[in-house]
C-alpha cells in the first residue's frame, strides 16, 4: 500500500496542505536524513534526543548504548514519537509575519519494540552504517558478540506517520508586494567538506570511492 | 552565573566527559542553529515538531499560530524539552562499533510561560528575525497588531540544560588500528546558496548586505 492512513494524531492541523501521507514521500524524507530526534517521557517530563537511524523497508531502526537513559526508557511498548527534519532554506518575506522555512519533515508515532535477535541486530548495523555511507559496511570490521549484546537496537513501524513540506518563495499579503525590501529564498543544505584522515592513519591508505566526494541523496 | 546548575534530570549518564553545563557553550549553540525540536506530551503520548526560535539573554522563545496543535498543547506550565542539535561531521572508525557522529547539542528542560504582553511579543518577533539572518528585522513590515495577537509566543527560561559536545577523530580499540580501512572524519555543515529572489521581484530592488553571502556564526 502506497499511503498511510490518516489518524487523529497524524492528521494536520496546520497548513494541512502541506501534508503528504504517501509512503515514498516519507521514505525519501527518511532516507536522506542523517539523524532524527526522538521524544520520550519519563516522570511526567518529556525528552528530545538527537540520535542516528535507518529506515529498513517499513521499519526505523534505533541504537545505543544498554546503559543510555534514553533506550533504557524506550523500553519494549515504550511511546515513542521521532522525527526527522531537512531544513532546504530561510523563506524571507516582505512582512515580519510571513516569513518562514522551507523544509522537509516526517513525524513517526508509535512504540517502541526491542530488537533481541542477534541476526536482526547485525542486519540493522549493517544499514546504518549504509545510511551513512554507502558502502562502509563491507570496509569495516563488523560488531562482534559482546559489541552486539552491549547495544540496544529498537524499531519502530513505520504506520502512524506523516510528512509535511513548504517549498517555494515567500507568500505576502497583497498589500506589501510593493514594499522595497528584498524577498525571496536562502538556500540551505547540509553539506560535507574534504574528509580528514584519522591522525593515526597511514598515509597509504586511500580514501574509498563513497568519500570521494561524500554527497547525501537528494 | 557561568554555569548551570546540574540536576538528575540533566546529569549526564552516558559520556559526561562530552557534556557543559556552562553557559556560554549553551548560547553559542543556540545562536548558532537555526530550528530546534520541541517535545511535549498530549494524552500520554510524546511529539517532537520543528521550529525556529530565538534565546534573548536567559530565555529561549518559540512562536506560531494560535490555532497550532503544538501551541495550545504547550500551554501555560505544560513541561517542555527543548533540544537544538548542532551535525558536524561523520566519525568514521574502522569498526562498526565505533562509529559516531561530531555534533554539539542542547537539551532544555522547563515548563512553558506563555508571553502576553505585546512589548514582549514585538520584542521576540524582531529577535526571531534578527535570530534567522541579522538586520532584517528593520527592513521589513513588523507584525500589526492583528498578526500579533494571532501569534502564540512562549519561552522558556534557560535554567534546566545541559550542552554535549563531540569533536575530534574516530577513537577504535588498540586491536583494530592496524587494519586497512579508512578511517577519520567527514566535516558536515549547513551552508547556504546563492539567494534566489522572488519571481514578484522588481529587478532593481538588490540583495540586503546580511545576504551576500548568507553565513550562520561559528
New interface residues.
Given amino acids: 500500500m502506497s499511503t498511510l492512513t490518516v489518524t487523529p494524531?497524524t492528521r494536520l492541523?496546520?497548513r494541512p496542505d502541506r501534508g503528504s501521507f504517501d509512503r515514498a514521500t516519507v521514505h525519501a524524507i527518511l532516507d536522506e536524513a542523517?539523524?532524527c530526534?526522538?521524544?520520550?517521557?519519563v516522570d511526567?517530563?518529556?525528552?528530545?534526543?538527537?540520535t542516528?537511524y535507518v529506515r529498513i523497508e517499513e521499519h526505523l531502526y534505533v541504537h545505543?548504548?544498554v546503559?543510555?537513559?534514553m533506550l533504557r526508557s524506550l523500553r519494549e511498548g515504550a511511546?515513542?514519537?521521532?522525527?526527522v527534519?531537512l531544513?532546504d532554506g530561510?523563506v524571507?518575506?516582505?512582512?515580519?509575519?510571513h516569513?518562514s522555512?522551507n523544509?522537509r519533515?516526517v513525524?513517526l508515532?508509535g512504540r517502541a519494540q526491542e530488537v533481541t535477535e542477534l541476526p536482526e541486530k547485525r542486519r540493522a548495523?549493517?544499514a546504518?552504517?549504509e545510511h551513512?555511507?554507502p558502502g562502509?559496511?563491507r570496509?569495516?570490521?563488523?560488531?562482534d558478540d559482546l559489541?552486539t549484546r552491549a547495544?540496544t537496537v529498537l524499531r519502530l513501524p513505520i504506520e502512524e506517520a506523516s510528512a509535511k513540506i513548504r517549498t517555494g518563495?515567500?507568500i505576502d499579503d497583497e498589500r506589501?508586494?510593493a514594499?522595497?525590501?528584498?524577498?525571496?529564498?536562502?538556500?540551505?543544505?547540509?553539506?560535507?567538506?574534504?574528509?580528514?584522515?584519522?591522525?593515526?592513519?597511514p598515509a597509504a591508505?586511500?580514501?574509498?570511492p563513497s568519500?570521494q566526494p561524500?554527497r547525501r541523496l537528494r
Fill in positions: 494524531r492541523v496546520r542523517l539523524i530526534h526522538v521524544g520520550f517521557e511526567g517530563q518529556p525528552y528530545v534526543l538527537p542516528v545505543g548504548s546503559g543510555s537513559r511511546q515513542v514519537c521521532v522525527t527534519t531544513l530561510l524571507l518575506a516582505r512582512s515580519a509575519f516569513h522555512m523544509y519533515s513525524v508515532l548495523f549493517d546504518l552504517l551513512i555511507a562502509r559496511s570496509e569495516v570490521r563488523p560488531a559489541e547495544t518563495p515567500p506589501d508586494y514594499l522595497g525590501c528584498w524577498a525571496g529564498v536562502v538556500p540551505l543544505a547540509l553539506t560535507a567538506a574534504q574528509p580528514i584522515a584519522d591522525p593515526a592513519l591508505i586511500p580514501l574509498p568519500l561524500y
